[in-house]
């Protein structure tokens, strides 16, 4: 039987050699990612360990720029599942003044949902137009909540300032992303059916952690 | 511009739809899942719309009667991460009689890790082993949270009643799989890089599904 190798890696090295292997990786495969785009697609990549999604990120061009305006002057992040909510640096969104909501998993959402026949996701959507300061919506799960959202956008003409649409699945999960995408609204969309509340909470702590590591210049 | 398609499904039949359309897909890729394993690996694949997990999930013999005898007679789930945590159905859980603990983001797991200069996972594996329910450990993100475990049992003798290996990543993911598979312990692994806290959380709910809509007889 093949003996078991582990390889010695010091902790707190560990990601800093797994992003390596990822840009070997990627340069293998013949990839090379915008230099922007870079930090959040190999973490999403580093997330899933799925090389698919060095393909299918899509960027808005003025959706790198819009997420790190926002983060910096404390806007907040709606996300559609407390997943995503658990994962995202919220110590580090806090010093910046921003912090995290997810009213999807209020229990005043669902009765209200029940009540009007619609879905939690819409009715969470709804909360978050109601908000007043600069709004990142983050979405992993739900197609459903970015297909609210453009409705809440198309009828009131209200919109966050950056939407992530990373939702997963089988029913809806395409199309909804194109509703975004064609919005006109920044955005970070991953195109397909892959997604995940984990990959929706990766791509915010990338923004975070690129402001924190001081890798985006201040804007004069 | 091509008309974007949303399909009308009923918000209550969105995931059974789902998983109808995995089920499709799997035959027309020619994979036929063991019947047992088939909701489990299901589910997973319906969290991450990835396939490959209909080739890497790896079941012990023992793995799936085990999970629901643990957790069936009350037995507790142990994560190491809070996404995991935040991803399973607690409610069904409780009423089972188990709960799920987190060691990993208790401050004082960070402060005796950082005192004995070891990883938080190793402090929050030995916490587990002191635990006297039966136990389920599921680990989605930190390979070293396995390699310690496989420790603690050779150096104890101590042994959760199943192990979830489904930590994603590049550095000792697939050796920290691999030692768990040839430990003898009842598990669910994924074999290879890919897996994840969505993945951890995953399997968990499909094993509470399966008690909870009665689909695993009773054991006289």
Known sequence: MKEIQLEYVLPGNIEKRSFEIIREELRERGIWLPADQDPVTRRVIHTTADFDYAETMTYSPDALDTAYRVLRSGGDIVTDTNMTRSGINKKFLRTLGGEVHCFMAEPDVAAEAKERGVTRATVSMERASKLTKPLIVAVGNAPTALVSLHEIMENTGWRPELIIGVPVGFVNVVPAKELI????????????????????????????????????????
């Open 181 to 220: 995408l064609r919005s006109g609204v920044p955005c970070i969309i991953n195109r397909g059916r892959k997604g995940g509340s984990n990959v929706a909470a990766a791509i915010c702590n990338a923004l975070l952690y690129q402001i924190r590591d001081g890798k985006v210049p201040e804007r004069k």
